[in-house]
């Protein structure tokens, strides 16, 4: 069922943040406060249906090339920060609950 699935990867995430604030899950070899905002990022994706591995940007960016409006404003303000930030961000998730 979906809301197990939903469940399921919140849990991940959160599993995740726990390991990244108590030094012990670093997802891309960065430091401390690098590894638990990139964990906060993933568990914002799965609390939002998403892969709890994926970030909000690669998430925005698969939705992007889409043509979704959301992920076309999100993807312009975050061009503000970085050029073709979501578009650079894009990752293979895959255990999102809800599509992009």
């Not at 726990?18 to 690098?34: C, K, M, Q, S, T």
Request: aromatic share 8%; glycine share 12%.
């Amino acid at each position: 069922m979906i809301i197990f699935r939903y469940i399921g990867n919140i849990v991940v995430g959160l599993y995740n943040l726990l390991g990244a604030v108590l030094f012990i899950y670093r997802p891309n070899g960065d430091g401390w406060f690098h590894s638990v905002m990139y964990c906060v990022d993933c568990t914002g994706n799965a609390l939002a249906g998403g892969d709890p591995l994926e970030t909000i940007s690669s998430r925005a960016g698969k939705a992007q090339k889409a043509g979704r409006r959301w992920a076309c404003v999100l993807c312009r303000l975050l061009d503000l920060v970085q050029k073709d930030h979501c578009a650079l961000s894009i990752n293979s998730g895959k255990s999102a609950t809800l599509p992009n």
